[in-house]
């Protein structure tokens, strides 16, 4: 449970400019969450279970295009469109800002899911199926979600008790953005990501590398975007869902003519 | 107390002011406690071990989670030079290659036609006593083919061959990068590739090499790549050009893609070249590599004159001739610190492919980078002597002899561990008709079966990486002296009683009398020797570090030979393209199946194509306008691809990146024997592009030129639906609102983009 001597506010800053689109986060995220083999089949009934995924943008045509790489996952918003609507009170907001999914309050409306603007919660329209010897690889510190059931993205919530448990029960410390990072703290996308392109950190710590890009954002709210002083900008901002995902621009050397 | 309406309702009211005077309500009315779910609950302890995962493109140090025995993450090893605590999406499979549901579980004899896959389990014993027999009366002229790896396995694998009369060679992969080793042994004097040291460059020209996917080390260049781009917001942030004929996923991650032909990359390389010589003659490096000549050592390389050769499109040179835009990269070059890189992997991959990979090598000389921060980092060498840095891998010459000495009953003997060459070899070669030959005894160690080792009499299960030892010196290292170490974090389960290949050949050059010619008692013994011998570190040590290292040795920046320019010049010539059709064939590793070597790996197959978003399937990228109005297709239309070797079926996948008259086809379908995860499939939708190529040769390397085929497109008119993540169902994707309402670009000068 958390501590109530180091009070949180997760968060997590994107930067498309150095994301490659490798998968790297895609698949440390499957292997961490005991997230099902997306099968061929998955993929053709728009089924398969992503709980971070990387959208590609075509921009232009041959010769002057780019592809464009951006990362998606639940944005753990504060006002969270996907909380109101669940009638069992399965998704509610925790005290640490994470948009949390009780499995065992679900009962598979999937209001959640229509209400969510960035798609990013998963039904489970299947029992979970590894073969035996699979098996062994699944995380004891993720719950194995059954058929009938909504998920999505935690931000990894089982790492961060894990650290709240080690660093700040027991050792009196604060989980810093060098402690998270060192105990293997982080989100598993953040971790994998091997451009650093994934930031992970502690909104209510100072001195977090994240927090000037939120101060920044939240400053100059709506479409102020001109005014900010670092490239941050909310996904689809003007919903006001007050995401805890921060992104920052993608830096165009060569713009498309004509382009945006 | 009678009970009356009014008594009831002043009791009733008193109640009440007594709940809300003792502050009752707060608690009584929380109906919803604060939820507990099973992941705020964490119990026991988990162990972290250091490793090493060889199968990744350059090697990655990883840490491999441990809770009771089982494995059950890896992740990247902080404390590693190279990927410095980031893995690849493969790397995080090497779990499912651990756990795997299709591993041999014990050792299996033949018991049909070769090549059925039927065989039938036997003990060990049998196993290991059939082996030693195999090796005693057939080990003159045996071959031993393994995986490319190097080290104390390549030193065991030699040492075993050679002590009973045979030899060793290693299969690279379908896509082996023969070519750019033989420029690098050529130009650099290294049998190991240099480190392209990205993260402190600040002008960066790659040439045909997809290095942030597939080619070098990816995953160390990504980690790079990050610190390139970092100086965003304060100016300073790296600027990326990209020459290639195939939009790859680092061509879209450069700032600047400029198409050029099929295998011209090494034209690109030296017109850069020229355009640096003749803007900036006043330069040391400059002067030092063109000699006497200056600038006129690369005349023939003038864009001018080149602008039939790379074919770049207009458009993309911003409204300046193609001597300016040569020019204007030549200054950005010289200003900032430039670094060029590739080469190799698909630039590397036709006749022409060494010079390729020469020219691109002798422009960072000319640039000056050479050992510098920020440049080309030589190889440093091997740190334990009489160890090979370089596997002794075959070339396409090398494979013909070798199917011809299996077919003569020269090789009476084959080995095979962990290589798939029937699979990745064209077809033309023969392998699989001389492995088929019942002259020779065939015996393969390897954890799964696949299209090479079920042409085996005998079948021996092997260890996978997580539960065997293991060493390697990463090719590249990372400018200074690596050594990597591999330790087994977990034991094999109790159904599977597979053993490590190198014990098994130590085991039997003991049993037959010839232990005293081999390098160590058993592998880990090996290991420890190299460790605590040669190296003088501490077993344990090494091991929680996942290695050993020491920044001060690094590679010497030697000035190539006077001459080398003017030889690399000389050897310039035009790639050689076999075949008829509208089409240049371009086939191309796979971002996570590959050559089709993890191919049995779920979550490889699952990950999808960074570009097309496509899973599971074989696809053929046809541009979107030439695909859709001249040849009137449609997404997942099968179509036939072929050359003049054979025909295969893709789905279209309507690209708008690809150049028109491309088709590019990833390698790593249309496996058929082995795992369900691989072999399952429909040949619609699943093929393996290697069997439809001519045996082009690289020039000087040998290598196969595996991207030198002409191909023709013709639609079969059936069709398939694509299994791809993109799409038009808005319900999985953030795509149904404008592009430019969700990703946002900004310029570089300062302007905002979207």
């Known amino acids: 449970m958390p501590n109530a001597e180091f009070p949180h506010k997760w968060g997590m800053v994107i930067d498309l400019d150095k994301c490659t689109g490798c998968q790297a986060c895609v698949i440390a995220c499957q292997a961490e969450n005991n997230i099902p083999i997306n099968t061929k089949d998955y993929f053709l009934q728009r089924r398969a279970y992503e709980w971070i995924r990387i959208e590609r943008y075509w921009e232009g045509e041959y010769p002057n295009i780019k592809a464009r790489f951006m990362p998606v996952l639940c944005q753990h918003c504060e006002n969270a469109p996907c909380e109101p609507v669940c009638p069992v009170f399965a998704t509610y907001h925790n005290e640490e800002g994470l948009n949390v999914q009780v499995y065992n309050r679900c009962v598979g409306t999937r209001y959640c899911i229509n209400n969510c603007p960035y798609q990013v919660r998963m039904f489970n329209y299947w029992h979970p199926n590894w073969p035996a010897r699979l098996e062994n690889q699944l995380n004891p510190d993720v719950t194995v979600r059954t058929r009938g059931i909504t998920e999505k993205c935690t931000f990894c919530v089982q790492r961060l008790r894990r650290g709240e448990i080690e660093v700040e029960a027991r050792g009196g410390q604060r989980l810093s953005d060098e402690r998270i990072t060192g105990g293997n703290y982080d989100p598993a996308c953040v971790q994998a990501c091997p451009t650093n392109a994934l930031v992970f950190g502690d909104l209510e710590d100072q001195d977090t590398s994240i927090k000037p890009y939120f101060d920044d954002v939240n400053a100059h709210p709506g479409h102020g975007e001109h005014d900010r002083e670092t490239r941050g900008y909310r996904l689809l901002e003007e919903m006001n869902t007050r995401p805890s995902v921060i992104y920052l621009k993608k830096i165009d050397q060569y713009p498309l003519k004509g382009g945006h | ?754």
């Open chain 2, 1 to 754: 107390m009678k009970l009356t309406r009014r008594n009831f309702l002043a009791w009733a009211g008193i109640a009440a002011t007594g709940a809300i005077a003792c502050d009752l309500f707060d608690d009584e009315l929380r109906v919803q406690s604060p939820a507990l779910i099973p992941e705020d609950l964490v119990k026991g302890r988990d162990n972290w071990y250091a490793t090493y995962d060889g199968s990744v493109p350059g090697g990655e140090g990883v840490l491999v989670r441990v809770m009771e025995g089982r494995a059950k993450k890896v992740r990247g090893n902080p404390r590693f030079p190279t990927n410095q605590g980031k893995q690849s999406a493969a790397s995080d499979a090497l779990l499912q290659s651990l756990y795997h549901p299709d591993r041999i579980a014990g050792p299996m004899l033949r018991n049909g036609p070769r090549g059925s896959g039927r065989y039938r389990p036997i003990s060990w014993e049998e196993a290991l006593n059939r082996f030693n027999a195999a090796v005693e009366d057939r080990g003159n002229g045996m071959l031993l083919i393994t995986e490319d790896r190097k080290c104390s396995f390549a030193k065991i694998c030699g040492a075993f061959a050679e002590t009973f009369g045979g030899r060793h060679v290693a299969f690279g992969g379908a896509a082996d990068d023969t070519a750019y080793r033989a420029a690098v042994k050529d130009v650099m004097g290294t049998d190991s590739l240099p480190f392209h040291d990205i993260a402190n460059a600040h002008a960066l020209a790659s040439f045909g090499s997809d290095f942030l996917s597939t080619w070098g080390n990816p995953t160390a260049y990504s980690v790079a790549y990050g610190k390139f781009r970092s100086h965003a917001d304060v100016g300073d942030r790296g600027r990326h050009y990209h020459f290639g004929s195939r939009y790859s996923m680092t061509a879209a991650n450069a700032d600047k893609w400029i198409p050029i032909n099929p295998g011209s990359e090494g034209y690109a390389a030296m017109a850069v070249a020229w355009a640096v010589a003749s803007t900036h003659p006043e330069s040391s490096a400059v002067a030092q590599i063109t000699g006497e000549a200056g600038p006129g050592a690369l005349s023939e390389f003038i864009p001018d004159a080149l602008v039939d050769v790379l074919g770049i499109p207009d458009e993309v040179l911003d409204g300046y001739s193609i001597r300016e835009f040569f020019e204007n990269l030549a200054h950005d070059y010289m200003a900032h610190g430039g670094l060029a890189i590739g080469g190799g992997g698909e630039a590397g991959a036709y006749s022409n492919g060494q010079f390729n990979a020469s020219a691109v090598l002798i422009l960072n000389h000319i640039l000056g980078n050479v050992g510098e921060k920020g440049g080309l980092l030589p190889d440093p060498g091997s740190p334990i002597s009489d160890t090979p840095t370089a596997a002794p891998v075959a070339s396409l010459a090398d494979w013909q002899r070798i199917a011809g000495d299996i077919n003569s009953g020269a090789a009476p003997l084959v080995i095979i561990h962990n290589a798939n060459p029937v699979y990745g070899l064209p077809p033309s070669i023969g392998l699989e008709g001389a492995l088929g030959n019942e002259g020779v005894v065939v015996i393969s160690a390897s954890q799964f079966l696949d299209e090479t080792s079920a042409m085996a009499d005998l079948l021996l299960p092997d260890r996978a990486a997580l539960e065997d030892w293991g060493d390697d010196l990463p090719d590249p290292m990372p400018g200074y002296h690596l050594y990597a170490v591999q330790q087994p974090v977990v034991n094999p389960l109790a159904d599977l009683d597979p053993r490590s290949f190198p014990d098994v050949l130590l085991n039997a050059a003991a049993t037959l009398g010839r232990g005293d010619s081999m390098p160590a008692e058993n592998y880990e013994a090996m290991i420890r020797s190299n460790v605590e011998e040669i190296l003088g570190a501490d077993l344990n040590d090494t091991l929680m570090y996942g290695g050993w290292w020491n920044e001060n040795v690094t590679g010497r920046a030697a000035t190539p030979p006077e001459g080398t320019l003017a030889r690399i010049a000389r050897n310039a010539s035009p790639a050689n393209i076999v075949g008829s059709g509208n089409f240049h064939l371009q086939p191309y590793e796979h971002h996570t199946v590959r050559d089709g070597r993890n191919a049995h790996l779920p979550w490889a197959q699952s990950a999808p194509d960074p570009l097309t978003t496509v899973t599971w399937q074989t696809w053929v990228d046809i541009n979107e306008k030439q695909g859709r109005d001249e040849l009137g297709l449609r997404e997942g239309d099968v179509v036939n691809i072929t050359t003049g070797a054979g025909s295969i079926q893709a789905l279209v996948y309507l690209n708008p990146g690809t150049p028109p008259g491309i088709a590019a086809v990833p390698m790593g379908g249309g496996r058929t024997l082995g795992s369900s995860y691989a072999t399952d499939r429909d040949a619609r939708e699943s093929s393996n592009v290697m069997s439809i190529l001519e045996p082009v040769v690289v020039d000087g390397s040998g290598g196969l030129a595996w991207s030198s085929n002409r191909c023709s497109i013709t639609p079969t008119g059936d069709s398939m639906a694509v299994s791809k993540l993109e799409g038009d169902y808005t319900s999985r994707e953030v795509g149904e609102h404008p592009a430019e309402q969700v990703y946002k670009s900004v310029s570089a000068e300062g302007g905002h983009g979207h």
